[in-house]
Antibody
Framework: EVQLVESGGGLVQPGGSLRLSCAAS????????MSWVRQAPGKGLEWVSV???????YYADSVKGRFTISRDNSKNTLYLQMNSLRAEDTAVYYC??????????????WGQGTLVTVSS | DIQMTQSPSAMSASVGDRVTITCRAS??????LAWFQQKPGKVPKRLIY???SLQSGVPSRFSGSGSGTEFTLTISSLQPEDFATYYC?????????FGGGTKVEIK
């Protein structure tokens, strides 16, 4: 059974840092494109970042230079390092399988989400 | 970047109604479009992929159509469990972009 379990969310002050984790089971993170998607309270979905199976990364302009996506293949885990956090980064953060390279299996698996609150 | 314009942003409908939601892409995305349903406090659930392919386990009253820049999600006969917010997602190129969402409420 495929499972994605996020952790690491919490309350952080503006300018602070936080690292989110997404532990996967049932499939291999490094063989897939993996993305982070966020949702601010009462708002819509916003794509944040992707890491390709080959290791390349891409970011939304809103987080570029502040967030870093990575993975640990030995732990089958995806990460999102968030620095210089702002109030507007407050959201539920979801990890998701972006794609297995096919035109069928994309955004079919999501984690349960972890809440990040940036406030003083 | 590709912009996804979703309409309407909200609608009221009755059980049994036919519901149509539209997404328009700012440039052609072939059929790289998916539709998601999200209920309050829940994780988004994929309903449709590749514009018109029904996700396994999703009721057949949901259907998708379109290619290029115009896409439609149709619910043929709205059921009580369908009251939710719906989002489209273009998966043609990064940055990926979601539509703004359509909240379907009970009339």
């Amino acid at each position: 059974e495929v499972q994605l379990v996020e952790s690491g969310g919490g309350l952080v002050q503006p300018g602070g840092s936080l690292r989110l984790s997404c532990a996967a089971s049932g499939f291999t993170v490094s063989s897939n494109y993996m993305s982070w998607v966020r949702q601010a309270p009462g708002k819509g979905l916003e794509w944040v970042s992707v890491i390709y199976s080959g290791g390349s990364t891409y970011y939304a302009d809103s987080v570029k230079g502040r967030f870093t996506i990575s993975r640990d293949n030995s732990k089958n885990t995806l990460y999102l390092q968030m620095n210089s956090l702002r109030a507007e980064d407050t959201a539920v953060y979801y990890c998701a399988r972006d794609s297995d390279g096919s035109s069928v299996n994309y955004f079919d698996y999501w984690g349960q989400g972890t809440l990040v609150t940036v406030s003083s | 970047d590709i912009q996804m314009t979703q309409s309407p942003s909200a609608m009221s409908a009755s059980v049994g109604d036919r519901v149509t939601i539209t997404c328009r892409a700012s440039q052609g995305i072939s059929n790289y479009l998916a539709w998601f349903q999200q209920k309050p406090g829940k994780v988004p659930k994929r309903l449709i992929y590749a514009s018109s392919s029904l996700q396994s386990g999703v009721p057949s009253r949901f259907s998708g159509s379109g290619s290029g820049t115009e896409f439609t999600l149709t619910i043929s006969s709205l059921q009580p469990e369908d009251f939710a917010t719906y989002y489209c997602l273009q998966h043609n190129s990064y940055p990926l972009t979601f539509g703004g969402g359509t909240k379907v409420e009970i009339k």
